[in-house]
């Protein structure tokens, strides 16, 4: 990954936020780029999205789907929060393109 989407990556997420809570549900919000964007047009409108997070309602990680190009044309990004509504309304407030929101769960895989 090249360095300027691993700042894209961890400014994405604020990392004063990253320890994730065993005890709070964790969702997964898709969102389809109309077309695919730069690094730093995601990263600004990923600050949107930071800036409106809560101590409830928080953004833990953030993975990207890269074109040949390297532009971003998907982004997934795991959320905790008590519900999927909440996730919605700020990133509708933040105008973040949103394919859905789906309830989730981590899986070690050493343990299958």
């Given at each position: ?49 930071r ?9 833990i ?34 105008q ?17």
């Amino acid at each position: 990954m090249n360095s300027c989407l691993q700042g894209f990556v961890r400014g994405f997420t604020d990392e004063r936020r990253l320890i994730s809570r065993v005890d709070v549900p964790k969702f997964l919000a898709v969102h389809d780029m109309a077309e695919p964007v730069s690094v730093e047009v995601a990263s600004a409108m990923g600050k949107k999205v930071r800036d409106l997070t809560t101590q409830e309602v928080r953004l833990i990680n953030t993975w990207v789907q890269l074109t040949e190009e390297g532009l971003i044309e998907r982004i997934y990004c795991c959320w905790e929060s008590p519900d999927a509504e909440s996730i919605r309304r700020i990133l509708n407030e933040a105008q973040f393109p949103l394919g859905g929101v789906y309830p989730m769960a981590e899986v070690d895989p050493s343990t299958l």
